[in-house]
């Protein structure tokens, strides 16, 4: 495989693993920024246990995720049912004070970087395994009474509140399960890379993921699975001096979607045409 296919690759499964961990907490309507430290922190962590302590890769994803687990669970006691903005304030904060923690940490690499990540074999197509096994898990939910006391939130917190739903146990669910969802996303970019900088993690990706949530469409898991892979690929087809503007790329088309297409490429209504022209279709050749 070549190095762009392999890179590419790489990126589009990490992206969406990133993705869903935004989608879930805003089906409570909550931009929740705090998974891009859970993906710095069990990215680091990751790369510092493998290359220092020779841990298993197992054993390292499981406490990847844990880690992610933990950083989204303490602050979302406080913050399970908070405003949006409150949420992003929050996530904002944490990613600058990991952020400075790493840059001012001569262990894990500095400003300089973090190099030497073991490699793992067949990673690829573990990698996307594990995004097929997320994507089932986030499916269940979106179909189980939790999905749909997410909707219910998500258009009025006091109606929700009024038909029994603890809003706030809630938000707590969807921002533990996004941190578990970025500490994976974390983990696997360690050695998906084999290299580290702390500058990856910043406004920049935060931009690129809400572009490509957006784009594709917040309302469902889907459209991610579609928006991805095609921004990705932008940087593959587009000339070099153009593709090196892609952040302003990505900030222009979230800024249209917004405008021009709020539900993005793939919205529930979408789906649930298709699911019926396509039970339409089994039905008449049963017939």
């Not at 995720?65 to 944490?94: E, H, K, M, Q, R």
């Not at 009025?156 to 970025?182: E, H, P, W, Y």
């Amino acid at each position: 495989m070549s190095p762009v296919l392999y890179y590419f690759l790489s990126f589009t499964g990490i992206n969406i693993l990133m993705c869903w961990s935004l989608y879930l907490p805003y089906r409570v309507g909550q931009l929740h920024y705090l998974t891009v430290a859970c993906m710095l922190a069990s990215a680091y962590f990751s790369g510092f246990a493998a290359r220092e302590w020779s841990w298993p890769f197992a054993l390292i994803v499981v406490v990847g995720i844990l880690i992610g687990i933990l950083i989204c669970l303490i602050p979302s006691f406080a913050i399970g049912d908070a405003p949006c903005f409150t949420v992003v304030i929050i996530g904002l904060t944490i990613i600058f004070i990991l952020k400075t923690a790493v840059e001012n940490s001569p262990a894990l690499g500095g400003t300089i970087g973090f190099f030497g990540i073991p490699q793992v074999n067949h990673l690829l197509p573990l990698t996307y395994l594990l995004v097929v096994y997320a994507g089932a898990v986030i499916y269940r939910i979106d179909h189980s009474r939790l999905g749909r006391a997410a909707s219910v939130v998500f258009v009025d917190k006091n109606t929700a509140a009024a038909l029994g739903i603890d809003v706030k146990r809630l938000g707590m669910f969807f921002q533990v399960a996004a941190g578990a969802l970025a500490g994976l996303a974390g983990t696997l970019y360690a050695f998906l890379i084999g290299g580290l900088f702390p500058e990856f993690f910043n406004l920049g990706v935060i931009g690129t993921l809400m572009c490509m949530l957006f784009a594709g469409g917040h309302t469902t898991m889907w459209g991610v699975i579609v928006s991805v892979p095609i921004l990705e690929g932008m940087q593959l087809l587009l000339p070099s001096a153009i593709a090196s503007w892609r952040q302003v790329i990505y900030a222009l088309t979230l800024i249209v979607i917004v405008l021009v297409l709020p539900g993005g490429l793939v919205t529930k209504r979408m789906l649930l045409r298709l699911k019926g022209k396509v039970s339409g279709g089994i039905s008449k050749c049963n017939n």
